[in-house]
């Protein structure tokens, strides 16, 4: 029997510049920030990490890192029902149910780590392999762009399915986005599954006219089309369209997703590790889609979701999302290969897998 307790919470921002201008249908950016916990008892070490401002930061210096510290290492769900009751006046959605969401992984990666297991094994792993989508394709790329970030996906590394932006300026270029969406199909062909996303970026009617026009394209995922808060509109797209409509990456807590579910406003449920609650929510919401007839889809951070994903039945895919890919191969070993469309989470490594490559991703530090 291991007796070991949570010696120290650190926690760390690292601002990483993007490879190129960015943007979706409704914000542009040119970095990424990365808010990166590190779980230590004794000389083991479990790493989580949340996509999120560098607010996280103080959250859980201030608010989390107390209540955990001292606890035991192996109770993962004891710390994380901890947490989530002391942010109760605090509020739970933004910045602090991102940092419970990167506490919650860092806490599981060091309980596999300690148990000297890869995670996945440790969760109850129902699959050997989980299914990718390319996901990238930002309205600031221009043709070649595009050309070369799809040709990467489907010629190269074989991904069956890819997703592009779509909404650009809230839905003020719709010609723009038509004409990107026929040439993403004239470049992966037939055979290869077209996802778009408008990040909310359209009005209810204005998303059924797009679809419509885009009939030809065989679209397969519609991904909010309206904003994810807007259940009423996103049943009302669902009911138009052929694609499956699907949202939550924006979700905290498991009422959120129940409603979601409940408003009959999606074919498929998102939800993110690195700010639903972590790999601990994760698992729960996953429950909730369940009960629903429905599948889960991973938010963007692959290796954050690889190993729960493994160990989800009712998984649909996982996001290989350009921005974080990049960073996590930058920032760690140990990263997974998406070659034929599917990641294989180690099943020889212990916790996530991955070594954080220190030395290397200091000079992204926000100081």
């Known amino acids: 029997m291991i007796d070991a307790a949570v010696d120290a919470i650190d926690v760390a921002v690292y601002a990483i510049p993007t490879d190129a201008p960015e943007a979706d249908g409704t914000i542009a950016w040119d970095n990424t920030t990365m808010v990166m916990v590190r779980a230590r008892s004794g000389r083991t070490v479990g790493t989580g990490w949340t996509y999120g401002s560098p607010a996280c930061a ?28 002391a942010v109760r006046n605090a509020g739970r959605p933004g910045a602090i149910g991102y940092a419970i969401s990167a506490v919650d992984v860092s806490l599981w990666d060091l309980k596999a780590r300690l ?3 890869p995670l996945h094994k440790l969760l109850g792993a129902v699959h050997d392999e989980v299914p990718v989508y390319g996901s990238g394709g930002f309205t600031t790329y221009d043709e070649d762009q595009l050309r ?26 719709p010609r723009r986005d038509l004409d990107r969406m026929q040439q993403a199909r004239s470049l992966v062909g037939d055979e290869t599954e077209l996802f778009v996303d408008a990040n909310g970026g359209y009005s209810r009617k204005q998303a059924i006219r797009m679809m419509h026009a885009a009939e030809d394209l065989d679209i397969a995922w519609l991904e909010e089309p309206v904003s994810s808060d807007d259940l009423q509109g996103l049943r009302e797209v669902r009911d138009a369209v052929l694609p499956d409509v699907t949202a939550g990456e924006y979700g905290y807590d498991l009422y959120y997703f129940a409603r979601m579910c409940q408003a009959g406003a ?24 369940a009960s629903h007839g429905l599948d889960i889809s991973g938010h963007c951070g692959p290796h954050l979701h690889a190993h729960v994903a493994a160990a989800t039945a009712n998984l649909r895919h996982l996001e290989w999302f350009h921005d974080h890919v990049r960073i996590e191969s930058m920032f760690f070993d140990g990263t997974l290969d998406p070659a034929g469309g599917t990641i294989r989470p180690d099943p020889t490594s212990p916790g996530l897998g991955l070594t954080l490559r220190q030395a290397d991703v200091e000079r992204y530090r926000v100081r």
Request: aromatic share 4%.
């Open 115 to 117: 148990l000297e297991v």
């Open 266 to 289: 999606i074919d498929c449920l998102q939800a993110d590790v690195s700010r639903c609650g972590g790999i601990t929510e994760w698992l729960r919401v996953a429950a909730v889609a």
């Open 58 to 85: 103080p959250v859980v210096t201030g608010q989390l890192a107390g209540i955990v510290q001292g606890r035991d290492a192996l109770d993962v769900g004891g710390a994380f029902d901890a947490i989530v009751k």
């Open 148 to 173: 070369d970030q799809l040709s990467h996906w489907v010629q190269e590394q074989r991904i069956p399915r890819v997703k592009i932006k779509i909404g650009e300026s809230w839905g003020r270029n």
